[in-house]
């Protein structure tokens, strides 16, 4: 299932885009998107029943924002060259754990809502990116296989990030990473069932028209399976956590001086093969 939230912001309503196309109304169904369905296993069937027997009212797509689709995130939870082919544009070693750390989950923001440049940025970055949507409490996980019993879905993520402040400026990661906007979301959901191997998704972002990652989730360094049960070991992940779970090649940080980083008026736009398709325009904060 495609499951997402349309409308203005703060009064998103629950969505389901059907296999042709149609946007289909879950409020009669459920109240929201979030870690309470998508652990409930009887809801869930219930929206499938429904979209199978074509009983889901059609809404009208034109003009109609996507919102985040999950609403009250619990937390962000985002993993750091966790590609190869990234880590050798940087010119890092190849981690020997995954590296960890935390978008806090106001900086979620719909697809193709507007991405801030924070004031007195100078370097801020692109990520396309693999998120992870937790369905089921987990702790002290011990497999791949039971990591991946508890994965709800997956969605499409940019992890916009201040590489000076991120990387110059001391400390941990997060100054570059928890500016307002900085992780769009979605458009969908895509319920675990639809995504057979998370490691076989080919991932691209644009900016300005022009293509500037191309790779494949199979160039992690560490799976899905092995980040959610890597991470399970130090937090409890509960249903409705995110995780980001790095990016490919040809971020602004990796390429030649000058370094292209984003500016008021760029456009950037990213997809994930069966994930859908984000569009951002970028504005002075």
């Not at 998103?12 to 059907?18: N, S, V």
């Not at 980001?244 to 001086?257: C, I, K, L, S």
């Amino acid at each position: 299932m495609k499951l997402l939230r349309v409308g203005v912001v703060g009064a998103e309503r629950p969505a389901l885009l059907d296999q042709d196309g149609v946007l289909r109304d879950l409020s009669a169904l459920v109240p929201e998107i979030d870690g309470e369905l998508l652990s409930d296993a009887s809801a869930l069937a219930r929206i499938r029943e429904a979209a199978a027997a074509g009983t889901l009212p059609a809404l009208d797509a034109e003009g109609l924002r996507i919102g985040p689709p999950l609403g009250r995130i619990g937390k962000v939870v985002c993993i750091g060259l966790n590609y190869h082919d990234h880590a050798a544009e940087t010119g890092a070693a190849t981690p020997a754990e995954p590296i960890v750390f935390f978008k806090a989950p106001d900086t979620v923001v719909g697809p193709n809502d507007t991405v801030l440049v924070p004031r007195r940025s100078v370097k801020t970055d692109w990520e396309v990116e693999l998120a992870v949507v937790i369905g089921r409490t987990a702790r002290y996980l011990e497999s791949a296989e039971e990591a991946l019993a508890h994965v709800a879905g997956y969605a499409v993520a940019n992890d916009v990030s201040e590489r000076e402040w991120q990387i110059e400026r001391g400390g941990t990661w997060d100054k570059g990473k928890n500016c307002e906007t900085f992780n769009p979301l979605g458009p969908w959901l895509v319920t675990a069932d639809e995504i057979p191997d998370p490691q076989a998704l080919p991932l691209k972002l644009w900016v300005n028209g022009e293509l500037k990652q191309d790779g494949n989730t199979g160039d992690q360094i560490f799976p899905v399976a092995e980040v959610v049960r890597y991470v399970s070991q130090f937090m409890t992940l509960y249903p409705g956590d995110v995780i980001n779970t790095g990016t490919p090649a040809g971020v602004a940080q990796g390429q030649p001086e000058p370094k292209p980083f984003l500016r008021d008026g760029d456009v950037v736009e990213l997809e994930i093969e069966g994930l859908g398709r984000q569009r951002q325009e970028l504005k002075q904060a």
